[in-house]
Nanobody, 115 residues
Framework: QVQLVESGGGLVQPGGSLRLSCAAS????????LFWYCQAPGEQRELVAS???????TYADSVKGRFTISRDNAKTTVYLQMNSLKPEDTAVYYC?????????WGQGTQVTVSS
């Protein structure tokens, strides 16, 4: 069983930065592909970024050049560095881990971008 715990969310002004962390328990972390999703009120959950076990990353067009996903296998933690934040980035951000047919979700952390 894998547990994912996100942290680092909060209130930030437009143009500001936040770094989200997702700490994982369990032995699959090093092999899993890791994802960050976001879900705004009344909207569907959307993929923000992904990173494979070889640290190959992909990004949604809306965050390219502003967000960076990274992983530290020794700390079993995945990060999302969020820069140049916009009000439309306001959402609950979820960490996700996948290995073969197994899928795990964290509980989410709220990010609010507002002046």
């Amino acid at each position: 069983q894998v547990q994912l715990v996100e942290s680092g969310g909060g209130l930030v002004q437009p143009g500001g930065s936040l770094r989200l962390s997702c700490a994982a328990s369990g032995s699959i972390f090093q092999l899993a592909t890791l994802f960050w999703y976001c879900q705004a009120p009344g909207e569907q959950r959307e993929l923000v970024a992904s990173i494979t076990r070889d640290s190959s990353s992909t990004y949604a067009d809306s965050v390219k050049g502003r967000f960076t996903i990274s992983r530290d296998n020794a700390k079993t933690t995945v990060y999302l560095q969020m820069n140049s934040l916009k009000p439309e980035d306001t959402a609950v951000y979820y960490c996700n881990a996948r290995l073969r047919v197994s899928v795990y979700w964290g509980q989410g952390t709220q990010v609010t971008v507002s002046s």
